[in-house]
């Protein structure tokens, strides 16, 4: 439990520093100017940081990133095409389809698991660079059909003008081919990257402040519920049936995680419901200092 308290409060501090800005010295332009700060320069930091020091020597057994990934690409399309079939509209089946899979399994599943879990680092990172690489594959796929309507060049062309896939790519090519980068490079990218998260949820804290239009609450919880207890649920299964290893331990608590900030961000560029998505986050982070822990005990980490 306490690993979780210390990783949540700070990310309540900093959305309360944002309404706080809101309230005093910020204006409607502050949003914008930080959220193209993050998705242009900040988040591909902290993605590509991230995925280049996954350690590959250390997993001996590769067969969970198969079932993982099978099972987020499932959620992925069985979400899409559920919600196109009950004539929800695009922003908010894009909001649905994003949000539901890829939860913070970054900035509050690193430091929770790690703490949890001795030695879990390598396996840890690698829970994150799969569900990095599918939301900038397979998700970005689904965001940009929505826009265009219909599949052809366009699609791929404008996905990869996206500077989240490209440092998804960059970062896959120099593990695939072993490359190294030299160390003053790489601390100057961990130093951006270190910049992502609070700038995204001062962005966050200030866009709560706004007078927000009437929200849909029921999809507030929709998406609480699916990302909070079906995912971990879909996961628990997978647990149970392959023998209740730690690395399968990891990936049922990554996919209890609460909701992440990354679908806020694309929100900005893609059709969806951004307003549902900010009150979503900060729900699910109180809600999950319950879920967690006994999802933790569940699968016999506590």
Sequence with gaps: MQPIIQTLIPLMLLIALGFVLKKTIANETWTDVLNKLAIYLLFPALIFSGMIKVKLEQIDDFSFIYWNFTILVVVIFTLYFTLKHLDFSRSIINTYVISVFFGNVGYLGVPILTSLIPNSNGLVSMHVALYTLILFTFGIGVLEFSVHKKLSSKIAIDAL???????????????????KLPFILLKTIDLLAGGATPIILISLGIFLARELPKVAYKHVFGLIGLKL???PSIFLVYFYL????????????????????????????????????????????FISLVTLPILMFLVGVV
């Design 161 to 179: 003008k996206n500077p989240l896939l490209l440092a998804v790519l960059l970062a896959v090519i120099l593990l695939a081919t072993d490359t």
């Design 242 to 285: 392959s023998g209740q290893s730690e690395v399968v331990a990891i990936s049922v608590l990554e996919a209890g995680m609460p909701l992440a900030l990354t679908p806020f961000i694309l929100g900005e560029f893609y059709p969806m419901e951004r307003e549902i998505i900010a009150i979503a986050i900060v729900v699910s982070c």
């Design 229 to 231: 207890f079906v995912m």
